[in-house]
């Protein structure tokens, strides 16, 4: 069933070649997406981890954002890990760079500052039981942050997924799009890329049903 899905990656920059091979893992052959033309008849999208300006900017330079954009408008699921988070924001704050806007949240760059530049931590997510074994469906998700951003504030129809202990949002899903500040790419644990692999099936399915492509 997930073999025939085509699930993009966005490879401007950043950590992309971790998310194609943890796809990979999952048979899944992902299509790394450089020019507009990749964006074609994707099922989904991953945007990963790196420089937001950097991968902003570069989407702009080659005509990236119109497609993404409306990929994102016809209902196909895109994740955005770290970077990604950022560029799906609608708001991040005083930073001028490009901007995807999709993801009705505030999300702060770089929020643990110089002194927490990386750090890992077990963080509990419910919404993982749906693709975890059923002894495991409380195990908890080592997530990677590095130099991460954190979510400031959800706007109307955002569900968070996990908080830090303090309370600090950390992953988000508005409807077909998700964002995680830290990096499931960088582990050994798939739930994360499973509940995406999830998102864009059920997606495919509904359009079926409606008689769509
Ligand atoms: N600090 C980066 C940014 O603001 C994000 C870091 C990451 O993706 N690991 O763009």
Redesign the pocket.
């Known amino acids: 069933m997930v073999a025939v899905t085509t699930v993009g990656v966005l490879a401007l920059q950043?950590d992309f070649r971790e998310h194609v091979e943890v796809l990979g893992r999952l048979g899944v052959e992902a299509r790394e997406v450089r020019q507009s033309g990749d964006v074609e008849g994707l099922d989904g999208l991953i945007i990963p981890?790196?420089?937001?300006?950097t991968i902003g900017r570069l989407a702009v330079t080659y005509g990236l954002v119109a497609p993404i954009r409306r990929l994102i408008a016809a209902g196909h699921p895109v994740w955005g890990t770290?970077?990604g988070l950022?560029f799906l924001a609608r708001d991040i704050g005083g930073y001028d760079q490009p901007l995807l806007g999709a993801l009705n949240v505030v999300v702060e760059?770089?929020a643990f500052g110089r002194q927490v530049d990386s750090f890992e931590i077990d963080l509990p997510v419910p919404a993982l039981a749906d693709v975890s074994p059923p002894d495991e469906a409380q195990r908890p998700f080592r997530a990677v942050f590095?130099?991460?951003?954190v979510v400031k504030a959800v706007g109307p129809g955002v569900d968070v997924l996990a908080r830090l202990p303090d309370g600090t949002v950390v992953a988000v899903r508005q409807d077909h799009i998700l964002g995680t500040a830290f990096?499931p790419e960088l582990t050994d644990d798939t739930r994360f890329h499973r509940y995406f692999l999830r998102m864009v099936q059920a997606r495919k399915g509904e359009r079926r049903a409606h008689g769509g492509p």
Request: net charge positive; with cysteine; hydrophobic share 25%.
């Open positions: 950043g981890g790196g420089e937001s300006t770290c970077a950022i760059r770089n590095i130099r991460a951003p990096h």
